[in-house]
């Protein structure tokens, strides 16, 4: 299985601050890169999918970046509602699997 | 609206049987792969199962194969998950998920239901 690492596995930051998530595949994912939010006690919700196309309805400040192996989930003007999880998913190969998660606090 | 809404859930002895179900509205249910994803209390997400949009095809994540069966009525617009020989390691919510449906092997989830707990605990 496609092993996928996260960093950092825990940040805090300010509104308005430039956030960054990297994620990291075991192998090539080719750009079968997803990016997931999600708040306690409720589902994740799909931001980026192929690594850099933003889902419909999901704010602009979202972006996404990389191919291959390194993977780069941009919030270019933290709001507060963007506290909680942040997940990535690769579907390259069967099974899918994520990584483990991102918790983003906001200061 | 696209809606799913997950039931089933509750609380089961290991070595027990449940069955889950999530009920689709508001698009084609008939055209779109489905999946299972779950996740354990304070963990990540693990993706458990798909189906074709057909029922053709089923795959599964290696820790549930032989135990749990995914399947589809479509003219029920309804997903399901019968899972038996639960572990305690089966504990999570799980949700029931829509691909998006882009061209291509890849799998997004667009849409998730709210979710079902499923404790396996004696």
């Known amino acids: 299985d496609i092993q996928m690492t996260q960093s950092p596995s825990s940040l805090s930051a300010s509104v308005g601050d430039r956030v960054t998530i990297t994620c990291r595949a075991s192998?090539?994912?080719?750009?079968?890169l997803n990016w997931y939010h999600q708040k306690p006690g409720k589902a994740p919700k799909l931001l980026i999918y192929?690594?850099?196309s933003l889902q419909s309805g999901v704010p602009s400040r979202f972006s996404g970046s990389g191919s291959g192996t390194d993977f780069t989930l941009t919030i270019s003007s933290l709001q507060p509602e963007d506290f909680g999880s942040y997940y990535c998913?690769?579907?390259?190969?069967?099974?899918?699997?994520f990584g483990q998660g991102t918790t983003l606090e906001i200061k | 609206e696209v809606l799913l809404v997950e039931s089933g859930g509750g609380l089961v002895h290991p070595g027990g049987s449940l069955r889950l179900s999530c009920t689709a509205s508001?698009?084609?249910?008939?055209?779109?792969?489905m999946s299972w994803v779950r996740q354990a209390p304070g963990k990540g997400l693990e993706w458990v199962a798909n189906?074709?949009?057909?029922?053709?095809?089923?795959k599964y994540v290696d820790s549930v194969k032989g135990r749990f069966i995914i399947s589809r009525d479509n003219s029920k617009n309804s997903l399901y998950l019968q899972m038996s020989s639960l572990r305690a390691e089966d504990t999570a919510v799980y949700y029931c998920?829509?691909?998006?449906?882009?061209?291509?092997?890849?799998?997004?989830?667009?849409?998730w239901g709210q979710g079902t707990l499923v404790t396996v605990s004696s």
């Open positions: 998920a829509r691909d998006l449906g882009l061209p291509g092997d890849g799998t997004e989830f667009d849409y």
């Open positions: 508001g698009f084609s249910f008939s055209n779109y792969w």
């Open positions: 189906i074709k949009r057909d029922g053709s095809v089923e």
């Open positions: 192998q090539s994912i080719s750009s079968y």
């Open positions: 192929s690594a850099s």
């Open positions: 998913q690769q579907s390259y190969s069967n099974p899918d699997t």
